[in-house]
């Protein structure tokens, strides 16, 4: 035994995904044993009703478990998460993920050696074993633009299109980079103390995106490392009635509406409206066309009448 604070200290939000959650866990215990780095565990649990708090407490009995009390958000369970949390740096890491050999020590040993630095990021590899394009800078009006009217998708490899996901980047070199998804950060404790954790008005999206331009206006450099590998099982569960992705259509929407008043003020959250509503209604339009052919595609309408009803409708205030 030692009383040595460890060296990582590592926050998982889980919502109902048990099984991915011990997958995660395994794969974290696994480099410890291979003495990449000593690790505390601490899991941060949504009101998951899956079954994952006893799994956690019979296979994992060294894993902190903090029930929130509902479904808080992620930003919001990961500060719950680190407010116990002691190590030298902090992991905060999805519950899809499962980090590969060696990630942990290249993470913490760029951070050791590179004092300007405060945050990195693994290469997320997904199931088919291609890189997930996981840095970006930071979003501009140009860059919704691009997104709503399908420009990204039929020119990525364009520096002037595709500049805010960096799809003209090959993703094999270190690099200092704007942002990096939210599945891993991996950070020095001073600096997500020094930034207050993350903003607790987000609660789901673009928490990661508004973390990353707090941190770097504070001083410190985010970089990815490419020989550092996280594999991201993202779709793992995807979610087919038209309800539920009408919400996470709209959340994702009243949070970077968010994001921009905050950011860069009311007249460009504005200017972001028209631009979403814009494309909604272009996918309406598109999506109306082809159910007259095609029946299936009535919930795709039904989807983005509602999207549409809602970008209407986002507050002017400052907050969403």
């Given amino acids: 035994m030692t009383d040595l604070p460890p060296d990582i200290s590592v926050s998982i939000v889980s919502f109902n995904t048990k099984d991915l959650l011990r997958d995660c866990i395994q794969s974290l215990l696994r480099s410890q044993s291979d003495h990449e780095a000593t690790l505390e565990i601490i899991v941060a649990d949504n009101g998951s009703s899956d079954g994952t708090h006893e799994m956690v407490r019979e296979e994992f009995p060294d894993v902190k478990f903090i029930e929130t009390g509902g479904n808080i958000g992620y930003g919001r369970a990961n500060n719950a998460a680190l407010a116990h949390a002691t190590g030298r740096y902090y992991l905060i890491l999805n519950s899809d993920t499962q980090v590969q050999p060696n990630a942990l020590q290249t993470m913490m040993a760029y951070l050791d050696h590179h004092e300007e630095a405060g945050m ?24 919704e633009f691009y997104e709503q009217f399908y420009l990204d998708k039929l020119f990525p490899k364009n520096r002037l299109i595709g500049r805010y996901r960096m799809t003209h980047w090959d993703y094999e070199t270190v690099r200092e980079v704007d942002q990096i998804c939210g599945a891993n950060f991996f950070i020095r404790s001073e600096a997500f103390k020094q930034i207050g954790g993350f903003d607790p008005a987000y609660f789901m999206y673009y928490e990661d995106i508004d973390f990353c331009i707090r941190l770097r206006r504070t001083g410190w450099k985010i970089v990815f490392l490419p020989d550092a590998v996280i594999h991201h099982v993202l779709g793992a569960s995807s979610v087919k009635r038209w309800e539920i992705r009408a919400l996470m259509v709209a959340s994702y929407n009243e949070s970077r509406y968010y994001y921009y008043h905050m950011h860069y003020g009311k007249s460009k959250a504005e200017q972001l409206k028209a631009i979403v509503l814009s494309g909604a209604l272009l996918r309406l339009l598109a999506w109306s066309i082809m159910a007259v052919l095609k029946p299936s595609a009535r919930d795709q309408v039904k989807l983005f009448k509602d999207v549409v009803s809602r970008t209407a409708r986002l507050p002017n205030g400052e907050k969403t």
Avoid: E, M
């Fill in 120 to 143: 990195v990021g693994a290469r997320l590899v997904l199931n088919d074993g291609s890189t997930q394009a996981s840095c970006a800078t930071d979003p501009t009006l140009a860059a």
